[in-house]
């Protein structure tokens, strides 16, 4: 089994989020690096979290957002990286830096996948009348974009457009 626990300072982990990188996260509860375990193919895999911090615009809105990707490593891909597999690292792939990209689908990306919904407890978000699946990838092309799926109005957005154009029609007149 592989374990690496390195201890990082808050300003070293705020310096990398403020430059933009995917970074290698310890687990919360164990403060181990990678997460070994058997695969269907009986083999041994690792997973690392890796998070990154990005600047997106929404509806001229730009917002801080905090991504997060669990990345499977095949255990000699793990032992040919150890020494970079370290919490508070870069992650790279081949020497080369990259981004976490995100991919929504009206497919799910794996057989455990739930829907995204709206808040940790709300409705299942859908477009075209489909559930909406969301994964984040990590990605070497640093223009990837996000594909992001335009979401059906719920009863609550319905609500609050109804408040809106009255509330613009209130303003104007």
């Known amino acids: 089994m592989f374990k690496t626990k390195v201890k990082i300072s808050k300003n070293q982990l705020k ?11 310890a687990h919360p509860t164990t403060g181990e690096v990678i997460t070994m375990f058997t695969g269907k193919d009986e083999e041994q895999y690792g997973r690392i979290r890796v998070d990154q911090t990005q600047n ?7 917002r801080i957002v905090r991504r997060t990707a669990f990345i499977t490593l095949p255990e000699d891909v793990i032992a040919s990286k150890l020494e970079q597999l370290v919490a508070g690292a870069e992650y790279k792939v081949a020497g080369k830096s990259g981004k976490l990209v995100v991919i929504e689908s009206i497919k799910p990306f794996y057989a455990s996948d739930k829907p995204k ?20 990838v990590f990605s070497l092309d640093l223009e990837e974009l996000d594909i992001l799926l335009v979401s059906d109005a719920t009863d609550a957005d319905a609500v609050d457009s ?11 007149e």
């Open 15 to 25: 310096s990398d989020k403020i430059m933009n990188k995917p970074t290698i996260i």
């Open 56 to 62: 997106v615009i929404h509806q001229n809105m730009e």
């Open 117 to 136: 919904t709206k808040g940790k407890d709300g409705a299942v978000i859908t477009s075209g009348g489909q559930p909406v699946f969301r994964d984040t």
């Open 162 to 172: 109804v408040v809106n154009a009255t509330k613009e029609k209130t303003t104007v």
